[in-house]
């Protein structure tokens, strides 16, 4: 994997969305240092629909405190937190 490439491809891609007018709101995360993923599918931590955001619940633990960031995102942007999925329930992809 080059790595270069991989970020010259997101780079595009990030232009290509915010040329067409859409906002991007970046995630920031609490520890930048901290491993929260092994691949970059952002959108498996939760669920926004026109009422709010759903946290889900990932199966993997290196992934669980991916949903504690988005949540904290959520919050910080005045997005509603209108469920959650937990315990025993997962949901990914």
């Known amino acids: 994997m080059n790595q270069e490439i991989i970020n010259e491809n997101y780079n595009e891609f990030y232009k290509i969305i915010k040329n067409s007018g859409a906002e991007i709101i970046d995630l920031k995360l609490q520890n930048e240092n901290e491993e ?3 691949s970059i ?3 498996d931590p939760s669920l926004v629909i026109n009422e ?3 946290i889900l619940n990932m199966g993997k633990k290196l992934r669980k405190k991916e949903t504690a960031e988005h949540e904290k995102l959520y919050k910080s942007i005045n997005i509603p937190i ?3 999925i937990i315990n025993e329930g ?4």
Do not use: Y
């Open 36 to 38: 929260l993923c092994d």
């Open 41 to 43: 599918f952002t959108h």
């Open 52 to 54: 709010g955001a759903i």
């Open 82 to 84: 209108i469920g959650k």
């Open 90 to 93: 997962t949901v990914e992809g």
